[in-house]
């Protein structure tokens, strides 16, 4: 490990790889286990910690640095599950925490348990401070890794902020999902998640005459249903533009400046589609990509169900669709959409609602969202801090109920060739210490700021 470490990003360090070797994998998650780690760590360090379990081995952590009360408390989040892996597809045991060309490597290293693992050292590192009578905060500052996030069975969060409320409730809140250098033509930009979209998870059902296989119908279910996708895969479903969508597309176009900004600035003016920023940028098609969900309600297609036997035609075929909705509509005005763009082709056939999650919004013009920026500003002098919209979905929207301004903080570099995309749930998952270091300074000095602000 690198000897130059800070004792901040070395503390960091130190219980990501600790966190890693605790196998939270949801299901069935085991989270209790982790939260015990950390309730252990800052008990420790003379921090009382509070573990509560939300189901049967669903462990949550919670503790708390009291301020004046100048100001409302900040919370820091972060979930202990991970996702399951497929360990013949890694190259590294997955929960050994191996250290290899300076990246640590173990699922959840990047989603969460590095974000956690910065929390919890900037936590114990002020709490010594206070305890030394050398710092003296307006808020309070809570702490919180809990279980359960990986999953829609809603264990974790979400009951924790319905039955204790009180050890919860802040004025701020930071998670994950933000904070991160995204280079686009030659300027790099720190988005700041204000907001994430909601979900809505459709059956798409086509009913058809069944009969003898031998002899193919013009009405077979499995054909209709395919033509139905096709069609729903060229559906162009309108521009929606929330207020992170607007300054997220106009930080870019100031940012950017040129022909891209003329493209962007005429979007938010309502005189043209959504542009196609790669056309100008090499470095900008999967930005292109993610601009367009960000200001569209999105269909994708995740799993279809047909037939029982080979010389069978069904009666009925299905497809399972990950449907995703901005703030300001919902699941029944998506599928009226869907209904309408698809036109004759919907005749005979049915949505069904599975579940759903409602979208979350934050205003991104406060004084909390300028602590970021300067925070930002003080390790890039030339980084541009814009809002933007998660196209998945957190616990923000269990922590919203609470009355919090959530926004995705979780500073980190990755190495060249590297995103936070390719890296979270995927094999080899890892995060570079060298850029997990550069994240904790960059989160203590926020929160270093946070707790000043009155």
């Not at 910690?49 to 100001?71: D, K």
């Not at 191996?98 to 900037?122: E, S, T």
């Not at 590297?418 to 979270?424: G, I, N, W």
Request: hydrophobic share 45%; with cysteine; aromatic share 6%.
């Amino acid at each position: 490990m690198n000897a130059a470490l800070s004792p901040l990003a070395a503390e960091a360090v130190q219980h990501l790889r600790a966190l890693l070797r605790i196998d939270t994998s949801n299901p069935p998650g085991n989270e209790r286990l982790a939260a015990d780690y950390i309730a252990g760590v800052l008990r420790a360090a003379g921090v009382e910690a509070t573990v509560i379990e939300t189901a049967p081995g669903r462990g949550n952590v919670i503790a708390r640095l009291r301020g004046t009360g100048a100001a409302g408390a900040l919370l820091l989040y972060s979930h202990l599950d991970v996702v399951p892996v497929e360990r013949d597809r890694w190259t590294v045991d997955p929960f050994a925490a191996v250290v290899r060309d300076g990246h640590v490597y173990g699922r959840g290293a990047v989603d969460m348990k590095g974000i956690g693992a910065m929390q919890l050292a900037v936590f114990l590192t002020l709490a010594r401070q206070q305890q030394a009578g050398r710092a003296r905060f307006a808020r309070d500052l809570i702490l919180a890794a809990t279980a359960d996030e990986e999953t829609d069975d809603n264990q974790g969060m979400g009951p924790l902020c319905a039955s204790h409320p009180e050890l919860l409730r802040a004025e701020y809140a930071w998670s994950e999902f933000g904070g991160y250098p995204l280079p686009v033509g030659g300027k790099t930009f720190y988005p700041i998640q204000t907001g994430e979209k909601g979900t809505a998870w459709l059956t798409l059902r086509v009913s058809g005459t069944p009969g003898h296989a031998s002899i193919p119908r013009d009405d077979n279910a499995v054909v209709k249903l395919a033509r139905v996708l096709d069609r729903l895969d060229r559906l162009r479903l309108p521009l929606r533009l929330t207020p992170t969508a607007r300054a997220m597309l106009k930080g870019l176009a100031d940012g950017l400046g040129g022909a891209p900004a003329l493209a962007l600035r005429a979007v938010l003016s309502g005189e043209q589609a959504f542009p196609s920023l790669s056309d100008w940028m090499l470095d900008a098609t999967e930005l292109t990509a993610e601009l367009r969900a960000i200001t569209h309600n999105t269909v994708t297609p995740t799993g279809l169900r047909a037939g029982y036997k080979t010389n069978v035609v069904p009666s009925e075929a299905s497809a399972t669709l990950d449907c995703r909705v901005l703030p300001g509509s919902s699941a029944e005005e998506l599928i009226a959409d869907l209904q309408r763009g698809l036109g004759e082709a919907a005749r005979g056939i049915t949505f069904t609602l599975d579940s759903s999650s409602p979208p979350v919004e934050f205003p991104a013009d406060t004084p909390m969202m300028d602590v970021i920026r300067r925070a930002i500003q003080k390790h890039d002098p030339n980084g541009i801090v814009i809002p933007t919209m998660l196209t998945g979905a957190t616990d923000a929207k269990h922590v919203a109920t609470l009355g919090a301004v959530c926004y995705g903080f979780s500073p980190l570099r990755f190495a060249p060739g590297e995103s936070l995309l390719s890296l979270a749930h995927g094999h080899d998952e890892r995060v570079s210490i060298e850029g997990l270091a550069w994240g904790a300074q960059v989160m203590y000095d926020a929160v270093v700021l946070a707790l000043s602000q009155a």
